[in-house]
């Protein structure tokens, strides 16, 4: 499992990392690619996704209590069954997102001309 301390930067690469149950505790990670990631069960607590692409990413019972998605672009990401206290699901772009109960929001997709 990858453990890091509680407000460590994360920059870099990691487009289709398997991060399953990594512990990202109040990481930064606004500057790291994540899209096609697998963060399934990961705790994620209090990190900083701000601004994120994180195009199909999987969060499967990730706990995401606090964290900070604004203007982050999740198009096609999974969140079901994570623990997610704290987050403004309306300051996020979703398209093709599952949510946490399961239903699909395209509230954000662009329609094709």
């Not at 690469?13 to 399953?20: R, V």
Request: glycine content about 10%.
């Amino acid at each position: 499992m990858i453990t890091l301390l509680s407000g460590h930067d994360i920059n870099g690469n990691f487009q289709g990392a398997n991060l399953t149950y990594a512990n990202l505790e109040g990481a930064n990670l606004a500057n790291a690619e994540l899209s096609n990631s697998r963060l399934t069960g990961a705790i994620l607590r209090g990190a900083n996704l701000q601004g994120e692409i994180l195009e199909k990413a999987d969060f499967e019972n990730a706990n995401l209590a606090g964290v900070n998605f604004k203007g982050a672009h999740l198009e096609g990401a999974n969140f079901q069954g994570i623990e997610a206290e704290y987050i403004s699901w309306d300051t996020i772009q979703l398209c093709n997102t599952i949510l946490p109960h399961g239903s699909i929001s395209d509230h954000d997709c662009i329609e094709p001309i």
